[in-house]
């Protein structure tokens, strides 16, 4: 079964640093997601990123974050100067289309990477 | 504000019997239900989904029954495994055209061999 891989599985950086995330997304899925989950929390929403652009962020997603499409496959995350408070386990998640196209459209997600901040 | 959020953190339940995992949400106007399983150290996984528009449906050996009214989700594992201990979420897509996915704060299901 197709599935979304994600790499490095852990990541340990120094405060400051810049660090980026990699996703390969399910092949023929078309809406491209990131998630953080820290330790013990919910699973929230970071950003979606549909046909090279971004479609919808949240609060979270400031102005270190930023995502790219940068070749047919990978979607990747960056954050550009990590804080602590960034540590957690970022979840990349991709879908054929939104809930209520067509059919039933779950976003499928891959097994994560732990980020540590130093 | 919107929330979805879950009855009970931990459920125990003997290997064989059925368990009931509950999730309650308090946006009336929400679409679209998922139910994801996570495994310790692995990604949400997704087990069955639900449209505002239906009130149960059924996968292998999992049901997930909505009550619009009362706003409430459940799911239904039956004849349990132990592979089924996990934790359990459910996720709302609040809004039609709306992209990302509100998640409850998760069950814990234990089976007991």
């Known amino acids: 079964e197709p599935e979304v891989t994600q790499t490095p599985s852990h990541q340990v950086t120094q405060m400051g640093q810049e660090v980026i995330l990699r996703c390969v997304p399910i092949s023929n899925h078309l809406y491209f997601y990131w998630y953080r989950q820290i330790l013990g929390q919910k699973v929230e929403f970071l950003v979606s990123f549909y046909n090279n652009e971004i479609s919808e962020k949240s609060e979270i997603f400031d102005d270190q974050f930023s995502v790219e499409r940068p070749d047919g496959s990978n979607f990747t995350l960056k954050i550009r100067s990590t804080k602590l408070e960034d540590s957690a386990m970022y979840f990349c998640?991709?879908?054929w289309g939104q809930g209520l196209e067509i059919s039933n459209q779950p976003q499928h997600f891959g097994d994560g990477t732990r980020l540590s901040i130093l | 504000g919107e929330s979805v959020g879950l009855h009970l953190p931990t459920l125990s339940v003997q290997e064989g019997d059925n368990s009931i995992i509950n999730c309650a949400y308090s946006n009336s106007a929400s679409d679209y239900f998922i139910w994801y399983k996570q495994e310790s150290g692995k990604g949400p996984q997704f087990i069955i989904d639900i449209r505002s528009n239906m009130d149960k449906r059924q996968g292998q050996r999992v049901t997930v029954l909505l009550n619009k009214t009362v706003k409430h989700l459940s799911l239904q594992i039956a004849a349990t495994q132990p592979g089924d201990s996990a934790v359990y979420f459910c996720?709302?897509?609040?809004?039609?055209?709306?992209?990302?996915?509100?998640f409850g704060t998760g069950t814990r299901l234990t089976i007991i061999p």
């Open positions: 998640a991709s879908s």
């Open positions: 996720a709302e897509i609040p809004n039609f055209g709306n992209e990302k996915l509100t």
